[in-house]
Nanobody, 122 residues
Framework: QVQLDESGGGLVQPGGSLRLSCTASGSIFSFGTMGWYRQAPGKQRELAAD???????NYADSVKGRFTISRDNAKNTVYLQMNSLKPEDTSVYYC????????????????WGQGTQVTVSS
């Protein structure tokens, strides 16, 4: 079982910044790709950004140049630095982690955090 502890959401004015954190723990051999998804009211959940174990990053076009994803493998933590926030970034942000209970071959299972609200408004 994997537990994900998210933090960092809140209310911010347009142009402001927030940093989300998600720490994974549990009886698991390794964590793979970690990422952040978001879901606005009435819309489907979409990928904001993710990062592989090796550090390769992937961003949605809508956040490129404004958001930066990073991870600390020693702490099993993924971060999302969000700058130049816009009202359209308002969503619930969900941490997603791929975890494997076995060393080799790895068998990846997805786990989701409970979500943290980000509201961008003046």
């Amino acid at each position: 079982q994997v537990q994900l502890d998210e933090s960092g959401g809140g209310l911010v004015q347009p142009g402001g910044s927030l940093r989300l954190s998600c720490t994974a723990s549990g009886s698991i051999f390794s964590f793979g790709t970690m990422g952040w998804y978001r879901q606005a009211p009435g819309k489907q959940r979409e990928l904001a950004a993710d990062i592989t174990l090796g550090g390769t990053t992937n961003y949605a076009d809508s956040v490129k140049g404004r958001f930066t994803i990073s991870r600390d493998n020693a702490k099993n933590t993924v971060y999302l630095q969000m700058n130049s926030l816009k009202p359209e970034d308002t969503s619930v942000y969900y941490c997603n982690v791929q975890a494997s209970p076995t060393a080799w071959p790895p068998k990846w299972y997805p786990y989701w955090g409970q979500g943290t609200q980000v509201t961008v408004s003046s």
